[in-house]
Every structure is written in structure tokens, then in C-alpha cells.
């Protein structure tokens, strides 16, 4: 079994910045993708970015030049750099990862950014 535990969610202004992290723990030979989703009231959740075993990242468009994602591999840690926040990125954050082939999903963690 695999568990991902998310930190790094809280209350931003618009234009402020916020890092999450994604740890994956347990039983792992190989990860081959990580990334994160956010899913806001009323929305479907979306993919904002991935950053897959020895490929190249990619972001959703309403996020590029804003977000950064990277990857410790030695950590099984995931990151979001998070810069230019606006009031559309509120959402609750998931991260998501495949490990040996399955998926898995994080608890999720609640991103505001408001005045």
C-alpha cells in the first residue's frame, strides 16, 4: 500500500505565493508519474500539472508562467510552487501520483486565495 500526505495549503492574498508538497510512503518500486490536481465548488477536478519518470512537465494553461512543479526523487516528494495567485486558483488541492503502474490519490489539502 502507498499513502501520499500533502502539506502546504492555507490562506494567500492575490498575487502571493504558496509551496505544497507531496510525500509517497509505503510500498514503492518504481514511481511513474507524479502531479496535482484541484477540484473547486461546482468544478471538476482538473490536472494543473505532472511531471511523469523521465518526461517533461506540463501544466494546464491557466496555470503556466505561474506554477512551477519539480521532484525529489530521492524523497518521493512532489512539489508546487505556486507565484501570482489569483481568487480562480482557490480549490482544494490533490496530489496524485502512479506508483508500480497504480494510481493514488492524496487526502487533499484547501488553497484560498483571497483579501
Known amino acids: 500500500q502507498v499513502q501520499l500526505v500533502e502539506s502546504g495549503g492555507g490562506l494567500v492574498q492575490p498575487g502571493g505565493s504558496l509551496r505544497l508538497s507531496c510525500t509517497a510512503s509505503g510500498s514503492i518500486f518504481s514511481i511513474n508519474f507524479m502531479g496535482w490536481h484541484r477540484q473547486a465548488p461546482g468544478k471538476q477536478r482538473e490536472l494543473v500539472a505532472g511531471i511523469p519518470s523521465g518526461g517533461r512537465t506540463n501544466y494546464a494553461d491557466s496555470v503556466k508562467g505561474r506554477f512551477t512543479i519539480s521532484r525529489d526523487n530521492a524523497k518521493n516528494t512532489v512539489y508546487l510552487q505556486m507565484n501570482s495567485l489569483k481568487p480562480e486558483d482557490t480549490a482544494v488541492y490533490y496530489c496524485?501520483?502512479?506508483?508500480?503502474?497504480?494510481?493514488?490519490w492524496g487526502q487533499g489539502t484547501q488553497v484560498t486565495v483571497s483579501s
Open positions: 496524485n501520483a502512479v506508483v508500480d503502474l497504480r494510481p493514488y
